[in-house]
């Protein structure tokens, strides 16, 4: 089976939707994990919305998640005939902010396990440590071994696609 067609949540995406992030008035984490992939036709329909690009489809991504003002993210279907949990996770905002926030979702367990979401991961890599008990556990749960800070991640994301945005934003009308 081919990653394009598996819509299956992998185990630790389980595991993030049954959390409740706290947003703590800008201080915690915008992040709301869905418990399901939107579906192929609804990704098509926002990626075209989005880009204004009647053309493209949804095919290159998964979207597992939103920040509270509706931007969504998603895992990033570039790694060819590899599992939905080897690929990027990518944040595209709905004020046009646009970001890889993990090079794959043990990454994206971490840089939620160190405090922030996609959101923040992408408005501002930098942003120090505020760790999170409960999502440290998670994260030794499904990437023991794999420990590293949001920055870290982020920065280590951002060198392996650094022309994402680019791209993203080449897509749009």
């Not at 947003?23 to 098509?44: K, R, S």
């Not at 979401?117 to 992408?122: C, F, K, N």
């Amino acid at each position: 089976m081919s990653t394009t067609d598996d819509r299956r949540f992998p185990a630790a995406l389980d595991a993030v939707a049954e959390i409740e992030f706290d947003y703590a008035d800008g201080e915690g984490v915008d992040f709301e994990p869905y418990a399901e992939f939107l579906t192929a036709e609804d990704t098509t329909d926002w990626i075209r919305a989005w880009t204004g690009n009647a053309e493209l489809n949804g095919d290159d991504y998964r979207v597992f998640g939103q920040d509270g003002t509706g931007g969504y993210v998603a895992l990033w279907l570039v790694r060819p005939g590899r599992a939905l949990a080897d690929q990027p996770v990518v944040f595209l905002g709905s004020e046009g902010e646009v970001g890889v926030v993990a090079t794959d979702l043990a990454a994206f367990l971490w840089v939620l396990a160190d405090g922030s979401g996609p959101y923040e991961a992408t408005a501002d890599p930098g942003r120090d440590s505020r760790p999170d008990a409960e999502l440290i556990d998670l994260a030794e749960e499904f990437a023991p071994g794999r420990r590293d800070t949001a920055a870290a991640l982020v920065a280590a994301a951002n060198g392996e696609f650094p022309t994402f945005e680019a791209d993203v934003l080449a897509r749009c009308r």
